[in-house]
């Protein structure tokens, strides 16, 4: 099975995505949050419904198997960043989560041809890459280094694409500050802002006490955003989009959001 992208006016639309069920050993994820322990049955019927939510806007879902082994391996975005080409796997900089990227590769190889990787001393994680068209940013964080960024950008060039770098002072990823929209709308907040590297962007500016929904997904039309925030929803739809809300609490609590719960491509 061969990757499939189809152009419309600016947008790239997705067909496929591919999650994984949440463990139990989630309880002992990585998490700077300071809201508590998820639920895991909570966690378990988001997850439900984010996979429906998938569904709504189109995309055919593989669901992987929970692992016990990674307690944040629900957050497959991280061990791997798909284009309209390739697939890469990353070296996350997290060391508890640097061998999850051993059981997506035969996955990956189910939908493209190549498969790409990082290697060390670089380490990236897919949370700090946000994709506009065939341009890439990778964001500079405590996860993601240099010595990967540049790895990363030429592999980009071997497929025709590109990629730049945008350094991180506040966040934990890159996308938990912006959210790309297409059509030249950006979601962002904080530090973002006002970085030059965005301003050629329509910025859509996310109120400070609405911050975690800066990660919202847009996918096929329809924005998946985190349920709890009214003014971010408002905002998007009065930009002209279908709203999907979805329920991440439980997510929320290990610092993950909607776009780490998926590989959409």
């Known amino acids: 099975m061969l990757l499939a992208i189809i152009i419309f006016r600016s947008e790239t639309m997705f067909t496929y995505a591919i999650v994984r069920t949440p463990c139990r050993a989630m309880v002992n994820g990585i998490s700077n949050a300071n809201l508590g322990l998820p639920d895991y049955q909570k966690a378990l019927c988001q997850h439900l419904d984010y996979i429906e939510?998938?569904?709504?806007?189109?995309l055919r879902v593989t669901i992987?198997?929970?692992d016990e082994e990674f307690p944040?391996?629900?957050f497959v975005e991280d061990p791997a960043v798909v284009t309209r080409s390739c697939a890469i796997i990353t070296n996350p900089g997290a060391p508890t989560r640097t061998l999850e990227t051993r059981s997506l590769v035969a996955t990956l190889r189910e939908f493209y041809t190549d498969v790409?990787?990082?290697s060390a001393p670089g380490t990236l994680e897919g949370g700090?890459?946000?994709?506009?068209?065939?341009?890439?940013?990778?964001?500079?964080s405590e996860r993601t280094n240099q010595a990967a960024a540049d790895q990363f950008i030429a592999i980009l060039e071997k497929y025709g694409m590109r990629g730049s770098v945008v350094a991180l002072s506040e966040v934990l990823h890159l996308k938990?500050?912006?959210?790309?929209?297409e059509d030249n709308n950006l979601l962002a907040c904080g530090e973002f802002l006002l970085k030059p590297e965005f301003q050629q962007f329509n910025i859509l500016a996310v109120d400070p006490d609405e911050a975690?929904?800066?990660n919202s997904v847009w996918i096929n039309g329809t924005v998946?955003?985190?349920a709890g925030f009214p003014k971010t929803s408002a905002l998007i739809a009065s930009a002209g989009y279908r709203v999907r809300e979805v329920d991440v609490s439980e997510f929320q609590k290990l610092d993950g959001g909607l776009s780490c719960l998926s590989l959409r491509f």
Not at 53 to 58: F, N, R, S, T
């Open 53 to 58: 939510a998938l569904k709504e806007c189109g």
């Open 64 to 66: 992987l198997p929970a």
């Open 72 to 74: 944040d391996s629900t």
């Open 116 to 118: 790409e990787s990082i």
């Open 128 to 140: 700090d890459v946000m994709m506009t068209g065939d341009h890439f940013y990778i964001g500079l």
């Open 176 to 181: 938990t500050g912006l959210g790309y929209l």
């Open 212 to 214: 975690y929904a800066a």
């Open 224 to 226: 998946l955003v985190p």
